[in-house]
């Protein structure tokens, strides 16, 4: 075997200058995906921590039916206190589970006396609903960092557009499940940047608040927000809670429940699969970069060295040994590319993050990219490549291997 | 005895409609420790002879027994472990593996064919590389020698794994007079020292004389055998 390598490694670089510009090929494929995979990786996570962290936590329950129709905060399909504790008796036995937050979420009409518009308010306790999405303290850009009673937060835009600032009283105005109307004053305790950009209505109040101005005779919510400990185990901790909130019926015998991760609650999730699908498609055309230089030079192999194959044949050589020395040329040539390429975008990346490049998004301004790969990765796209370029190289060795020795001899 | 019997063979090559018949009822045998020439002039039929000899050709109808085994029906495989185990090969143009020094060309053969230990390895091969005179050019790569010394190179290959037969197609007619001289007299001294059979195709006469058996062949026709000092006539002439 070793000899076998030795003359494959000695037959790569007779040919220095063609090896070298196929090797160079299969480098800068391998760097180049790496740095893709680590950089858009690097921009899924940052984009899927702001909204998970700022909002939506990384799984969410409700009532069955309530996401269909959240676009209207549907008050008749809250949660009332015996199904909330059937849950919260549920989540403190989960382990994974680092906090959870009851929100209640309504629609309301906002005025600053002079002219109002609608909000959407999330009606939370300060201290679970920060517990839950940590970044939500964060986007308070001026005020106290909390949410007292009789105060709101009022979206950046919404505050603008309404000319309302920190300490002016204003008005809400919601309608309860009776259909009763009610408004409720609150001093603006601070204005929330928003996460996704233009558009952000969602204000938030204290739950009690929230409860009072729903007149809500006995304690309910709309859904519960949780944070796992670790992100990785959402879709593990997700068919768990499902399978068990799954067997709660209402009295109906309907099910009770519906547990949601932040993929189904968000649009962005889209935009995190189109990504992915981009990555699989820079993978393709690497594929088909390797698949065609190997496949090139091994045929350009075979042919200048038909007579030598003749020789080794004539000597006494088996098919077999000679379809492992041609798929060793291969092997070699994919693994030379594969290492200095997986160095070279180690490289790269190092750089990158040296250089600290910001970007925008939505309204967040001067984001720092902060690009790593895992080994994972580096090894998955390296065994890929080698795959493949051995896959290459087997065509020509087949034929080398195949080539009558009487032939091969007479081969000009 | 007999190392090679070959009875009524025969080789046709078809290109489109057109049939040549490049052997024509040839029959001859070859005794064990003989040093044979196939003489002829071009296209007569002396390299498909030895082809079909090496097994590295099948006979269009006839048979060949090399080494008590029938080779006019050996597979790709089958042939090659036959040819590995047999027979040495030494060719026109030396086809030295451009990649090995001189030590490993000679190595190769027992190292991709028989696989040998490293210690007998180098122990034979060092026994055939000062055998023939280029234990100075051991670590040298084919690029770097004369034609002389690369067909000592070729002798000492195809002599390294004691094979019972070796086949030389034309193994002069790249050197020079003087070089090539030496090189049938350096085949001859392994013959006589190895009793290694020897079967060359030729048809340079500065050489055939070398020979103790010849055969002349014409138009893919054996025309006569001559063994040296002994004519024979009549049996295998067409």
């Keep these: 075997m070793f000899k076998l390598v030795k003359i494959a490694l000695r037959n790569l670089f007779r040919y220095k200058r063609r090896t070298f510009l196929t090797m160079s090929l299969i480098t800068i494929g391998v760097a180049f995906v790496l740095v893709f995979i680590s950089v858009t990786a690097s921009f899924k996570s940052m984009m899927i921590g702001e909204i998970t962290d700022s909002m939506l936590g990384h799984i969410q329950i409700h009532k069955k039916g309530y996401v269909a129709s959240i676009d209207n905060l549907p008050l008749n399909l809250n949660l009332n206190q015996k199904a909330f504790n059937k849950v919260k008796q549920l989540l403190d036995q989960v382990p994974e589970i680092e906090s959870y937050s009851p929100r209640i979420k309504f629609g309301g009409v906002f005025s600053n006396f002079v002219e109002s518009t609608n909000i959407r308010l999330n009606a939370v306790d300060p201290e679970k609903e920060f517990a839950t999405v940590p970044l939500l303290p964060s986007r308070i850009m001026n005020g106290n960092k909390t949410i007292e009673n009789g105060e709101i937060l009022v979206p950046e835009l919404l505050a603008k557009g309404m000319k309302v600032g920190i300490g002016d009283t204003v008005v809400v105005i919601a309608t309860n499940e009776d259909g009763s109307v009610n408004g409720y004053q609150f001093i603006v305790g601070g204005i929330l940047r928003s996460v996704?950009?233009?558009?952000?209505?969602?204000?938030?109040?204290?739950?009690?608040?929230?409860?009072?101005?729903?007149?809500?005779?006995?304690?309910?919510?709309?859904?519960?927000?949780?944070?796992?400990?670790?992100?990785?185990?959402?879709?593990?901790?997700?068919?768990?809670?499902?399978?068990?909130?799954?067997?709660?019926?209402?009295?109906?015998?309907?099910?009770?429940?519906?547990?949601?991760?932040?993929?189904?609650?968000?649009?962005?999730?889209?935009?995190?699969?189109?990504?992915?699908?981009?990555?699989?498609?820079?993978?393709?055309?690497?594929?088909?970069?390797?698949?065609?230089?190997?496949?090139?030079?091994?045929?350009?192999?075979?042919?200048?060295?038909?007579?030598?194959?003749?020789?080794?044949?004539?000597?006494?050589?088996?098919?077999?040994?000679?379809?492992?020395?041609?798929?060793?040329?291969?092997?070699?040539?994919?693994?030379?590319?594969?290492?200095?390429?997986?160095?070279?975008?180690?490289l790269a990346l190092f750089i990158l993050n040296a250089i600290k490049i910001s970007f925008n998004f939505g309204r967040q301004q001067g984001l720092i990219l902060t690009s790593s790969i895992s080994l994972s990765d580096i090894l998955t796209v390296s065994v890929i490549v080698v795959v493949v370029a051995v896959l290459a190289g087997l065509r020509p060795a087949f034929h080398a291997s195949r080539l009558e020795p009487i032939e091969a001899l007479r081969h000009v | 005895m007999d190392l090679v019997t070959a009875k009524k063979l025969n080789k046709d090559y078809t290109t489109g409609k057109v049939t040549v018949h490049a052997l024509e009822d040839v029959s001859f045998s070859i005794a064990a420790g003989s040093f044979v020439s196939f003489v002829g002039p071009s296209g007569s039929g002396k390299t498909t002879l030895l082809n079909l000899i090496g097994c590295l050709d099948r006979p269009t109808a006839g048979k060949i027994n090399v080494a008590g085994k029938d080779v006019s029906l050996l597979d790709r495989r089958s042939g090659a472990l036959f040819r590995g185990q047999n027979i040495g090969f030494i060719f026109q143009d030396f086809n030295l593996i451009p990649v090995l020094s001189v030590y490993e060309n000679v190595e190769y053969p027992l190292v991709m064919v028989k696989g040998v230990n490293v210690k007998d390895r180098r122990k034979r091969v060092m026994?055939?590389?000062?055998?023939?005179?280029?234990?100075?050019?051991?670590?040298?790569?084919?690029?770097?020698?004369?034609?002389?010394?690369?067909?000592?190179?070729?002798?000492?290959?195809?002599?390294?794994?004691?094979?019972?037969?070796?086949?030389?197609?034309?193994?002069?007619?790249?050197?020079?007079?003087?070089?090539?001289?030496?090189?049938?007299?350096?085949?001859?001294?392994?013959?006589?020292?190895?009793?290694?059979?020897?079967?060359?195709?030729?048809?340079?006469?500065?050489?055939?004389?070398?020979?103790?058996?010849?055969h002349t062949l014409r138009d893919g026709k054996l025309l006569e055998s001559k063994q040296k000092n002994t004519e024979k006539k009549g049996e295998q002439n067409v």
């Excluded at chain 1, 400990?229 to 709660?248: P, T, W, Y």
């Excluded at chain 2, 002599?159 to 007079?177: G, H, Y």
């Excluded at chain 2, 007299?185 to 058996?213: C, N, P, Q």
């Design chain 2, 127 to 214: 026994e055939l590389i000062e055998a023939v005179g280029i234990e100075p050019e051991k670590d040298k790569y084919p690029d770097q020698l004369s034609g002389g010394q690369k067909q000592r190179v070729a002798v000492a290959r195809a002599l390294v794994t004691s094979p019972k037969l070796v086949l030389a197609d034309e193994p002069t007619a790249n050197l020079d007079t003087k070089t090539a001289s030496m090189i049938i007299g350096l085949m001859k001294k392994m013959r006589d020292d190895l009793g290694t059979t020897f079967i060359f195709s030729t048809h340079d006469f500065r050489i055939v004389d070398a020979a103790e058996v010849i």
């Design chain 1, 196 to 346: 996704t950009g233009p558009g952000g209505r969602d204000g938030y109040i204290h739950i009690e608040d929230g409860r009072q101005i729903l007149r809500l005779e006995e304690p309910e919510i709309s859904e519960i927000a949780i944070r796992l400990k670790n992100f990785d185990k959402i879709d593990e901790v997700e068919a768990r809670l499902q399978g068990k909130l799954g067997k709660e019926k209402n009295q109906q015998g309907q099910p009770a429940f519906e547990v949601h991760s932040w993929k189904q609650l968000t649009p962005f999730f889209n935009i995190v699969r189109m990504i992915d699908v981009m990555t699989f498609f820079i993978q393709l055309m690497l594929i088909a970069v390797v698949l065609i230089s190997v496949m090139n030079v091994m045929l350009m192999a075979v042919y200048e060295r038909t007579r030598e194959i003749g020789t080794i044949a004539a000597i006494g050589t088996l098919p077999g040994r000679i379809l492992s020395m041609f798929v060793i040329e291969g092997f070699s040539l994919g693994l030379m590319g594969a290492v200095s390429g997986a160095v070279l975008g180690s």
